[in-house]
């Protein structure tokens, strides 16, 4: 595989913007796969399933060598920089705004520590909401990406990140620290003004006011502003990722401009040209990130230049400033042109070094004359702040353009990339399904109060015990991505999602509807209940999740003789069709015996038996569920998922606890990552048939990381009374919760 990957890149898929040929090798500036490429591969997972998925425009690098961007990511009209643009097949910063009611991306009253009465607009008093729905939307044929905060914290776990500038970096610090904020709400954080830190990420996300980069000194002739002098540098050393900012305080004049003098090559000058300055400020502190920045290191950004609207002959009208403006300038391009230090910026830039990623916010923010405070910012209506961003508003688009060039620079891409490329059995790569359960006090995912219409919830059935809420499942060689019922949502905005199985089917359906519920709590939902279908709908994000009951796939007919399990033969299988997803599973009622058997006879082809070996009777009923998803099922348009098999806990010897005769009063789970019992015979089976179909089907391969939780059962809580011993299904919140966990990692 790893061969395959090497040679696929090296002959066919790397079409690198430029190559600096006096820079060490092997150090590539902007290495990407040809845009719209899309390749299949599909793997075999030890005896595990077939799988495949489809990977587009993705960054990788042949013989493993160092991932870089083009240095400039803008919207320079220099026939180089707009061939770097090209490179990747989407300009983010090219677009207009469209509406869309999914928008903001977080709740500002969810922030109130974070966002400073200066840019809350709503608690402001701001009447108009209309600002808020807006989402930016690149020109060329493409999307910028939903910001997702648990992906962002995942590709940038243990590093520290500095923002450096005024109080427009002051706008996208407070923006960004909300943003994660609300993706992990239940991840305890600190709030160490200037640093925004959250220690189950190792993540820190530091601001530095530093209005200018370069030198402001107080002399005995008064403030000095020395263009050509950083002595402040040292602050912004030890960073893995730096975004800077300048030029807000250049243009002020007056009472406002912060210096007496400016000093140049020796001179000090009482006033000179603003663009002047600028760019000799500017270049003085890329020279200090030339000599001073390890790009293997630390990654640069520079957040761009970010416009006023206190004048409305720049967009053709005349008589207005920002205040009272409710909607966007209509369209991709502004009236009033670019500003010129956009130029000065870039100029800077391309002659640089160092690699660094231009976030070219200049365009997209002219178009929100309707984006600022005005008279709902810190000094209310005795003042019209056209400078700075409401929060939420456009700051938050800029952090997602952060984000989506955060993939292009390849934050621990490789590594990601190839968890997904290779075998789960191969070293390198990631095993979902071996690990062990470790306590994580952010756990559960959700309080199951706040979802009523779930079933299986023991706390509410008078479960004394709570420590089954507080286990994570840990694989050995990574990290499950934490479940995000937005983003999750936002993937599969319109689709329909569908659960095919027994009552495990159900409790994995209930889990995955309250996870989303709670995730979107304000969202409307309806839940309705057809025969044995079931649909929890999502109405903003068209989404239905839908639970159909069928315990063995295969059909089971009321004949003359009796209830007869048919294992060749499927007539209901048109109810699966036109789904997105499907996620089938069925073992459950397979070893059932006596009054507890559902059936009477056993039918294959035209011959009927009384009895026989229920592990047969379930793999040929499997191979004729494989063929029907062969012959029926088109990959292009669905998704098709196996459950797996969950565990039951009913003796405890299998666990070397043999005086346990069950599950009941379980509070822990088996430690380590082996199950001190014998395999489960339906595990091998499913796999064995897996194998051997044509189609690919990714099987959630649940059966160890249930064998160790014996305590995650309902047991005498299931809510039918102390006679009754569930030791089969799951407490909700619960082991469940993971299954979805793993649906999710496996939908990324």
Request: hydrophobic share 35%.
């Amino acid at each position: 595989m790893v061969d395959l990957i090497k040679n696929t890149s090296h002959n066919m898929l790397l079409k690198p913007c430029k190559v600096e040929e006096n820079l060490p090798k092997p150090y590539i500036y902007g290495v990407h796969f040809l845009s719209s490429l899309q390749f299949s591969i599909t793997l075999i997972s030890g005896m595990a399933s077939w799988f495949s998925f489809m990977i587009s425009s993705v960054s990788l690098l042949s013989q493993l060598v160092i991932l870089q961007p083009c240095k400039v990511h803008g919207n320079s009209d220099a026939g180089e920089d707009k061939q770097l643009k090209q490179s990747n097949g989407c300009d983010y910063f090219q677009g207009s705004w469209i509406i869309d009611n999914s928008y903001p991306l977080y709740d500002s009253s969810k922030c109130p520590l974070f966002i400073d009465r200066e840019f809350d607009c709503l608690k402001n008093g701001r009447p108009d909401k209309e600002y808020l729905k807006y989402r930016w939307k690149p020109a060329s044929d493409c999307d910028l990406p939903r910001f997702n905060g648990e992906d962002m914290l995942r590709r940038v776990k243990g590093k520290k990140i500095l923002l450096v500038g005024d109080s427009l970096s002051f706008n996208q610090w407070q923006s960004l620290t909300c943003m994660l904020h609300t993706a992990v709400p239940q991840s305890n954080y600190t709030l160490d003004d200037p640093t925004f830190s959250l220690p189950e990420y190792g993540v820190s996300v530091t601001l530095s006011r530093n209005t200018f980069l370069v030198d402001l000194v107080t002399t005995e002739m008064g403030k000095v502003l020395k263009l050509d002098s950083i002595e402040n540098g040292k602050a912004w050393k030890g960073y893995d990722m730096l975004i800077f900012n300048t030029w807000h305080w250049w243009l002020h004049t007056g009472g406002k401009q912060p210096w007496d003098y400016i000093e140049s090559g020796g001179k000090i000058l009482k006033e000179i040209d603003r663009l002047i300055a600028f760019r000799e400020g500017l270049t003085t502190w890329s020279k200090w990130v030339d000599s001073n920045v390890d790009a293997n290191k630390t990654k640069v950004f520079f957040q761009g230049i970010s416009p006023t609207h206190y004048d409305g002959n720049e967009w053709d009208d005349p008589k207005s400033t920002c205040n009272g403006q409710t909607q966007p300038v209509s369209g991709s391009i502004y009236p009033g042109g670019p500003p010129p230090a956009t130029t000065v910026v870039k100029d800077v830039l391309t002659t640089m070094s160092t690699p660094i990623t231009l976030l070219d916010i200049t365009l997209l923010s002219q178009l929100r004359k309707d984006g600022h405070p005005s008279v709902y910012g810190l000094d209310g209506k005795h003042g019209n702040d056209c400078s700075h961003w409401c929060l939420a508003g456009v700051p938050d688009s800029w952090n997602e353009l952060l984000e989506s060039e955060m993939a292009l620079w390849g934050f621990h891409l490789l590594p990601l990339l190839l968890s997904f490329l290779l075998p789960p059995s191969s070293s390198a790569a990631c095993d979902f399904f071996q690990g062990r359960w470790v306590v994580d006090e952010f756990y559960p995912l959700y309080n199951g109060s706040s979802c009523p219409f779930i079933g299986f919830n023991c706390l509410s059935n008078g479960r004394p015990d709570k420590e089954y809420l507080k286990y994570r499942w840990k694989p050995a060689a990574c990290d499950l991505p934490r479940f995000n019922g937005q983003d999750f949502l936002e993937r599969n905005r319109g689709k329909k999602i569908m659960f095919v199985g027994d009552s495990l089917s159900n409790n994995m359906w209930q889990s995955l509807t309250c996870m989303l519920h709670v995730a979107v709590p304000n969202s409307k939902y309806t839940l309705t209940q057809a025969g044995s279908l079931n649909t929890f709908y999502l109405e903003e994000y068209g989404v239905s999740i839908m639970f159909l009951k069928n315990g063995f796939l295969v059909d089971l007919a009321y004949e003359m003789i009796g209830k007869v399990l048919k294992l060749d033969s499927i007539s209901t299988g048109d109810q699966w069709k036109g789904v997105d997803i499907l996620i089938f599973n069925s073992f459950h009622w397979w070893a059932h015996t006596g009054r507890a058997q559902t059936w009477d006879y056993f039918q294959v082809g035209d011959k009927v038996v009384k009895e026989m070996d229920h592990m047969e009777a379930y793999k040929i009923a499997l191979t004729t569920w494989g063929k029907w998803v062969d012959s029926s099922i088109d990959i292009s348009n669905t998704k098709v998922f196996f459950q797996g098999v969950a565990a039951v806990h009913t003796d405890g010897k299998e666990w070397k606890d043999p005086k346990a005769g069950s599950c009941l009063r379980q509070t822990q789970p088996i430690l380590g990552p082996t199950y001190p019992g014998p395999s489960h015979p339906g595990e091998a089976i499913v796999k064995s048939v897996l194998s051997g179909m044509e189609k690919p089907v990714y099987l959630l391969d649940i059966t160890l990381l249930t064998q160790l939780r014996k305590d995650g059962h309902p047991s005498i809580y299931a809510g039918e009374g102390p006679k009754y011993n569930d030791c089969s299904h799951w407490c909700l919140p619960g082991a469940s919760d993971t299954w979805n966990e793993l649906l999710y990692a496996a939908l990324l």
